[in-house]
């Protein structure tokens, strides 16, 4: 059974960090492209960051780019999110997932396994 597990959520000031971890099993990780995706209540869900199975190819929506980073470690089947210089429009639980695609993909339609989120509150 395939599983995903996101854990490093938690409460921080305007301007702190966070790294958000995926810890995935049942799959073979290396096959699998990796995205992070968030959802606000009352909000749809958000394409965060997207990584190949190499880490060669990164994608990242506009939002997020110089704040949030995203890497992975095949040998620990592991997916990473750091994010930095937090808002309190982050505010969302964030979603690790695996697409088993060529590309790199950045629409939730394209992913095939989810984890249960994890939850990040940034205070003003």
């Known amino acids: 059974q395939v599983q995903l597990v996101e854990s490093g959520g938690g409460l921080v000031h305007t301007g702190g960090s966070l790294r958000l971890s995926c810890a995935a099993s049942g799959l073979i990780f290396s096959n699998y492209a990796m995205g992070w995706f968030r959802q606000a209540p009352g909000k749809e869900r958000e394409f965060v960051a997207s990584?190949?199975?190499?880490?060669?190819?990164?994608y990242y929506a506009d939002s997020m780019k110089g704040r949030f980073t995203i890497s992975r470690d095949n040998a620990k089947n592991t997916v990473f999110l750091q994010m930095n210089s937090l808002k309190p429009e982050d505010t969302a639980v964030y979603y690790c997932?695996?697409?088993?695609?060529?590309?790199?993909?950045?629409?939730?339609?394209?992913?095939?396994?989810w984890g249960q989120g994890t939850q990040v509150t940034v205070s003003s």
């Open positions: 997932a695996a697409s088993y695609r060529s590309g790199v993909a950045t629409t939730y339609t394209l992913y095939d396994y």
């Open positions: 990584i190949n199975w190499s880490s060669a190819i990164t």
